[in-house]
């Protein structure tokens, strides 16, 4: 079953507007959640985290968001830029798990000049 | 570079054959895991190693996955007898520990079974 879903599998937006990249999860046991980037031919890259004790976390032009009673998180980027346009990984982790990440299917972002 | 290092970048295998995966972590990084990613999903868990041991096991999937470390540095993930549903691409990524939860990855092996 997956765990981590991205219903979004592609999202464009014009350079200088918010970028809203969403998740949802279903495993309550989830307590800490992450959002990685990629680029084409390269492994992911982290990007920015928040734990469930938090409802937002902000790092310059990226803010995650997240609702424990919904099971959703989001990503907001703004304002977005062309060389933010790359592939979003929503990933989350239970402590009992030890470190594996679940991860979502990925949202393309394409940003436009 | 200061970077996980996976090698070869791409490979191409008859269907039956073995193959064999390599990963570097980054130096002074106990922790290390593979997934793989196969076409249009997401990341796939498979293996973690804390040290030189395998504490969760669970997402390999099948007996013809394999996977050891030695020396607390690098690992080679074995695939035995290649079918082609064993095609992905498949990342190593390590962390400083193991309740780390900031992986960095390596760039991947892109592995395609004909």
């Known amino acids: 079953d997956q765990q981590v879903k991205q219903n979004s599998p592609s999202l464009s937006v014009q350079e200088g507007r918010i970028s809203i990249l969403n998740c949802d999860y279903t495993?309550?046991?989830?307590?800490?959640f992450l959002w990685y980037k990629k680029y084409p031919a390269e492994g992911p890259t982290f990007l920015i985290s928040?734990?469930?004790?938090?409802d937002k976390n902000e790092d310059g032009r990226f803010t995650v968001f997240l609702n424990k009673s919904a099971k959703h998180l989001s990503l907001h980027i703004v304002p977005s830029q062309p060389g933010d346009s790359a592939v979003y990984f929503c990933?989350?982790?239970?402590?009992?798990?030890?470190?594996?990440?679940?991860f979502g299917e990925g949202t393309q972002l394409t940003v436009n000049p | 570079g200061a970077g996980v290092s996976q090698s070869p970048s791409n490979k191409v295998t008859e269907k039956g054959k073995d193959v064999e995966l390599r990963c570097d972590p980054i130096?002074?990084?106990?922790?290390l895991y593979w997934y793989r990613q196969s076409l249009g999903q997401g990341l796939e868990f498979l293996i973690y190693?804390?040290?030189?041991?395998?504490?969760?096991k669970s997402g390999l999937p099948s007996d013809r996955f394999s996977a050891e470390r030695t020396g607390g540095s690098v690992s080679t993930l074995t695939i035995q007898r290649t079918q082609q549903e064993d095609s992905a691409v498949y990342l190593c990524?390590?962390?400083?520990?193991?309740?780390?939860?900031?992986?960095?990855f390596g760039p991947g092996t892109r592995l395609t079974v004909t």
């Open positions: 990524a390590s962390s400083f520990a193991a309740h780390s939860y900031e992986q960095y």
């Open positions: 495993n309550s046991m989830f307590d800490y």
């Open positions: 928040i734990s469930s004790i938090k």
């Open positions: 990933a989350a982790s239970e402590e009992t798990s030890g470190s594996r990440l679940t």
């Open positions: 130096s002074g990084h106990t922790a």
């Open positions: 190693f804390q040290g030189n041991s395998a504490p969760d």
